[in-house]
């Protein structure tokens, strides 16, 4: 690379011009706007090289453990750009998500010291965090000694970084002041509507707004369509089947898991509000949901939509982006929408699951591991991530500010750029983190299933269900 | 079996070694196994306990406040009833099935040995996988089983997906997997009775029906009783196929033992109530299989003594 | 038995079909599927109309998974391996302690043996979590974690009770006379024990030895909960084909046809003593 562009280059890095002056007078040198990107990356990395120490930790060795995720094929692919940067080797385990979580459990209870980071979700910090299994990321992040200076934390979505965080307090406010920082957000889901084009056309269904008119859609188009069914959410006796569109509606009406007073949690399921969502809900299911819905998993809901046997999902936007390519028969057919289930609610506000990585406690040595995490969640393997792989729900701001990513998204995948900018601001966990949070979830489920097949009505089984909820409560010593 | 305590020839300095050569024998398996006495002496612990990993700091013995919970507790009533029913079912079915399987292929010939072991091939597929599959194969949409159905005038049969079809669906799956396990032990145990006795009653022109009942069926017996004994201690503690196939749902309609133990620990992260809900699951299976065992030494003295 | 009436012999075979046509179906449908990609296997309403393709075997046996839009590769073969390491060392170990203990419960009454034997027995119906939780913390502390020693260790928990009573089954249903007999010619008891009781309880032993082996190949939770990814059986491998981006049944069915073979040659090869031999008429007589 000639010394001109260069110096350039480096002057823009360290902040002396604008990226649009830096671009325009490469230009004039005759480099095109793309390449001079991929300059500037491949700069930017050795700017990182010399303003801190990479090479500290060279020649230590760290072992993961990772899910079998898009996200995790993304850092295996840049991998050796890591090992040339600190001179350190990576090991990892990968083990398939349907037991994904045991496996971390039963590596995280034994205390091994095997792994010194792995993949885990928000809400299993609230296990890990309070077991004493994790660590508090702040003593790194906040510690310029050990956090290079380009690591731009307050890129990480708001949101998102403060869902991750929580003060370990039984009903605490996720992202309070004293909150520790229990995992380091990666990418995360947002729970809203991919939908069908083609059937919502065809049955000149408008793609609905909030929670009646997706009442309503999803039956027309399944009264118009030969063997489809309208939505397509989970149902299967599991916490996964509150979390994603199920909650995001719910708290959309301003309702809540829990009530926290003073300390003294109790269960919210019963309200007016929740009762006549949990009507509405249950009757879409009736109505124009699976016809086994109460075996639906993630996988069931998306294979369906990408077999074209369902018109709508409202489920993660990373479900419909994957169900719109690869072998699907309905490839290229799909269009994503935020969703606001609240007619009076200005906009979505979708509950979210954040894949992060997490140091084990155990570790050996959590100053070298945390270089590994530095670099796996730092704008630049982001921003690789979400151009050249699937890495499509970034929790930084820089990435979806960048250009090759949007174009990628838009060519393929109309309306998800929108849809992101739409929710981005109201994502956030919207659960109560305390102790009990799958236990709630299950026997929820596990209730919804039961209301679904007729076999108790809405008020009553939520009313048993709250009273159930406050009764572990009790007994945990959290009422 | 005093025969062999006298056994007639014996050198002297034998003597020794031959009071001892029972333990020396059974002592390596045995100590192979005693090393799992000491975390099952950890979960007994554990199971007095209130604990909780997510909830260190409640972390206390609360001796048997885990088991007396229990007696209260609709959710464990609702697991006992199930499992029980489960296991009942599946193992009766199963010995009807496999025993009359055994009859059907009981004549040695190439087409029957090929069949048995064909017919083994369920059991060769893992129980978690096998579970997927049947998930798919009565898939609403794509399932071929419910293809079937809709051909034979069941529009809209949910099968696991329905609180009335779940145990029918989760009990076929477990049939299908298990039935050749019983089939081929009886079918072992049917060749090799002894045939002087069947010979005996034809020459006296006892119908064949009644040879069935009075001598094939008693002679069988310790077989029939082994085969429900391995079958029943592996049905009670089911997880693989009801886990894969519907959680435990709809509703808690399957939610059996080792499901509930397992949603327990690793999600909830309960380890007091899990152990404890173990625990008690261990103790039915070991009073189970002491009947059991007590009637197969029974049936093999007296099995023996007609032989 | 051999005066079967014709309505007798119609029916037989007519059940005999019937009990095929169930337990065989699934495996065929299985084997059609492991030949069709989710495109074909996701059809309504299903057929059997479609062009075979050896993709998902060729995935598999290659490592690569060409999945939506980004390949990732999988380990099928070694967890393969693993499976075969797992299960024929955890079966050999199980036969060399559970046989002469099982001719010591057969052959000789001793104080306490029907105890020991029971305590053998009732290894077998711990719940395997029970067990598993607290042995992983042992398992870290013992260096067993993460091996193939510690797991087919864990093992026997499957294999030797099912080998120890079926076992003991087979010799007592021997007519010790035999080796009476010989030992009266001046042999030792463990020349007899070689040369008379092992041989002639063969067949069963190989009978039992192949129960137990299916259902240590079947097994799940034991290296999931003990070990890492590398020593991982087929039956967790089979997992890895529910990705992010679906489900491929094509290469689960793949990966179902490719864990029964072996058990399945197995058991075609030990077909002689498995159905043939089990039944101990001939020594009974």
Same mark, same amino acid.
């Given at each position: ?15 002396? /011009? ?24 491949? /700069? ?74 792995? #993949? ?78 083609? #059937? ?35 149902? &299967? ?46 009757? /879409? ?133 929108? #849809? ?7 994502? &956030? ?17 596990? #209730?919804?299933?039961? /209301? ?28 | ?140 949409? %794509? ?13 809209? =049969? ?71 004994? =391995? ?7 089911? %997880? ?24 327990? =620990? =690793? ?41 | ?9 119609? +029916?037989?075979?007519?059940? @005999? ?75 050999? @170990?199980?036969?060399? @302690? ?21 305590? *053998? ?7 395997? *979590?029970? $067990? ?9 502390? *013992? ?13 026997? +928990?499957?294999? @030797? ?37 092992? !041989? ?10 192949? +129960? ?12 999931? $909960? ?6 991982? !059986? ?7 084909? $529910? ?22 040659? *197995? ?19």
């Amino acid at each position: 690379m000639h010394e001109k562009e260069k110096d350039l280059i480096s002057t823009f890095l360290s902040g002396g /011009m604008s990226r649009r002056s830096l671009i325009k007078r490469l230009g004039a040198m005759g480099l095109t706007a793309a390449s001079a990107g991929t300059l500037h990356n491949l /700069m930017a990395t050795q700017a990182l090289a010399a303003d801190f120490d990479w090479k500290k930790h060279s020649g230590k060795s760290i072992k993961l453990l990772l899910n079998k995720h898009p996200y995790t094929d993304a850092m295996i692919a840049n991998l050796d750009a890591f090992k040339e940067l600190t001179g350190m080797d990576v090991t990892y385990d990968v083990f398939p998500e349907d037991v994904y979580f045991d496996k971390v459990t039963a590596a995280l209870s034994s205390g091994s010291s095997e792994y010194d980071a792995f #993949m885990t979700g928000a809400y299993m910090t609230w296990t890990y965090g309070p077991a004493g299994w994790i660590v508090d990321h702040n003593e790194w992040i906040n510690d310029p000694e050990k956090t290079n200076p380009n690591y731009n934390w307050a890129d990480m979505l708001e949101g998102v970084r403060k869902s991750c965080a929580w003060n370990g307090v039984p009903g605490g406010e996720l992202g309070s002041d004293d909150a520790k920082q229990w995992c380091i957000p990666w990418g995360y889901e947002q729970n809203n509507l991919t939908f069908n084009k083609g #059937m919502l056309d065809k049955a000149g269904v408008a793609v609905p707004t909030n929670m009646s008119e997706l009442m309503e859609a999803a039956a027309k188009v399944q009264a118009d369509t030969d063997g489809i069914y309208g939505i397509g959410v989970r149902g &299967s006796r599991s916490w996964a089947t509150i979390h994603p569109g199920f909650l995001s509606a719910y708290s959309n009406f301003g309702e809540m898991d829990l009530t926290n007073d003073d300390g003294k949690l109790s269960a919210a399921m019963n309200t007016a509000g929740s009762k006549a969502f949990h009507a509405d809900w249950v009757k /879409m299911i009736q109505d124009s949901g699976a016809a086994d819905w109460s075996t639906h998993t993630w996988y069931q809901v998306g294979t369906d939509l990408g077999a074209g046997k369902s018109a709508m999902i409202f489920d993660a936007d990373i479900l419909g982006y994957f169900m719109n390519g690869g072998d699907n028969a309905m490839a290229g057919e799909l269009a994503y929408a935020g969703f606001a289930a609240n007619p009076e609610a200005k906009a979505p506000t979708p509950n979210i699951w954040i894949w992060s990585l997490a140091m084990t406690k155990a570790s050996k040595d959590l100053d070298a591991t945390w270089y590994f995490m530095q670099w796996a969640s730092g704008p630049e393997h982001a921003l690789f991530g979400a151009r050249k792989m699937d890495f499509v729900d970034p929790v930084r701001n820089s990435v979806w500010e960048d250009e090759m990513f949007k174009e990628k998204l838009n060519n393929g995948y109309p309306g998800y750029v929108d #849809m992101y900018n739409a929710s981005a601001p109201g994502a &956030s966990i919207k659960f109560t983190p305390q102790p009990l949070f799958f236990d709630m979830t299950t026997d929820w489920a596990a #209730m919804l299933q039961r /209301m679904v097949a007729r076999e108790v009505p809405v008020d009553e089984g939520l009313d048993q269900l709250a009273a159930s909820m406050n009764k572990q409560l009790a007994e945990a010593g959290l009422r | 079996m005093s025969v062999q305590a006298d056994m007639p020839v014996m050198r002297r300095s034998s003597r020794l070694s031959r009071t001892m050569l029972p333990y020396l024998l059974s002592l390596p398996a045995l100590l192979v196994c005693i090393g799992i006495l000491i975390p099952f002496g950890t979960a007994v612990y554990y199971s007095l306990q209130r604990y909780r990993m997510s909830q260190p700091w409640n972390r206390g013995m609360n001796w048997g406040e885990n088991y007396l919970n229990f007696f209260t507790d609709p959710d464990f009533w609702n697991t006992l009833q199930v499992s029980l029913t489960y296991a009942g079912l599946t193992v009766v079915l199963e010995l009807l099935l496999g025993l009359g399987i055994a009859l059907l292929l009981q004549k040695r010939s190439r087409v029957n040995n090929f069949v048995s072991i064909m017919l083994l091939m369920p059991l060769m597929t893992a129980p978690a996988l096998a579970a997927l599959m049947f998930k798919l194969m009565t898939n609403s949409n %794509f399932g071929i089983l419910s293809y079937f159905m809709q051909l034979a005038g069941f529009q809209d =049969f949910r099968w696991a997906s329905s609180p009335d079809t779940a145990l029918l669906t989760v009990i076929l799956v477990d049939v299908w997997v298990y039935t050749p396990f019983i089939m081929i032990l009886l079918l072992a145990g049917l060749r090799s009775l002894p045939t002087q006795p069947f010979e005996a009653a034809a020459l006296d022109g006892v119908p064949r029906l009644e040879q069935f009942w009075r001598i094939t069926l008693p002679m069988l017996s310790p077989y029939i009783l082994t085969a429900a004994l =391995f079958r029943l201690l592996d049905s009670i503690q089911q %997880f693989d196929i009801i886990y894969a196939m519907t959680q435990g749902g709809p509703g808690d309609k399957l939610m059996v033992f080792q499901v509930e133990a397992y949603l327990n =620990f =690793f999600q909830s992260t309960n380890v007091g109530r899990s152990a404890a809900l173990l625990m008690i699951l261990w103790a039915i299976t070991y009073v189970l299989s002491n009947i059991f065992v007590k009637n197969w030494l029974r049936l093999r003295e007296r099995a023996r003594g007609e032989a | 038995m051999d005066h079967m009436s014709p309505l007798e012999r119609i +029916l037989r075979a007519v059940a @005999l079909a019937l009990v095929v046509l169930f337990f065989m179906f699934p495996i065929f449908w299985i084997v059609l599927m492991s030949l069709q990609t989710n495109e074909t296997i996701l059809r309504s309403p299903p057929s059997m109309a479609f062009v075979p393709t050896f993709k998902n075997y060729a995935a598999i046996i290659a490592g690569r998974l060409d999945s939506n839009v980004a390949s990732m590769s999988i380990q099928f073969m070694g967890n393969l391996m693993n499976s075969v390491i797992l299960s024929v060392g955890s079966v050999a @170990l199980a036969l060399v @302690l559970g046989v002469p203990a099982a001719y010591a419960f057969a052959r000789h009454k001793f104080k306490g043996s029907e105890d020991i034997a029971f305590t *053998l027995l009732s290894f077998r119906f711990a719940p395997p *979590l029970l $067990v598993l939780l607290p042995l992983t913390l042992y398992f870290q502390s *013992l260096g067993l974690a993460n091996t193939y020693v510690g797991l087919i260790w864990v093992y026997q +928990l499957i294999c @030797l009770p099912l080998i120890l009573w079926i076992v003991r089954g087979y010799f007592e249903d021997i007519s010790p006379d035999i080796e009476h007999a010989y030992r009266i010619a001046g042999h030792g008891w463990f020349a007899t024990f070689r040369k008379i009781a092992l !041989p002639l309880a063969g067949p069963g032993i190989a009978a039992a030895g192949l +129960l137990a082996f299916i259902f240590a190949w079947n097994n799940f939770v034991f290296a999931l $909960v003990l070990a890492s990814a590398d020593k991982q !059986p087929v039956t967790v491998g089979a997992l890895a084909f $529910v990705t992010a981006s679906g489900i491929q049944y094509g290469q689960i069915a793949a990966a179902i046809v490719m864990s029964i073979a072996p058990t399945l040659l *197995l058991a075609l090869w030990a077909q002689k003593y498995l159905v043939e031999g089990l039944s101990l008429g001939a020594v009974k007589g």
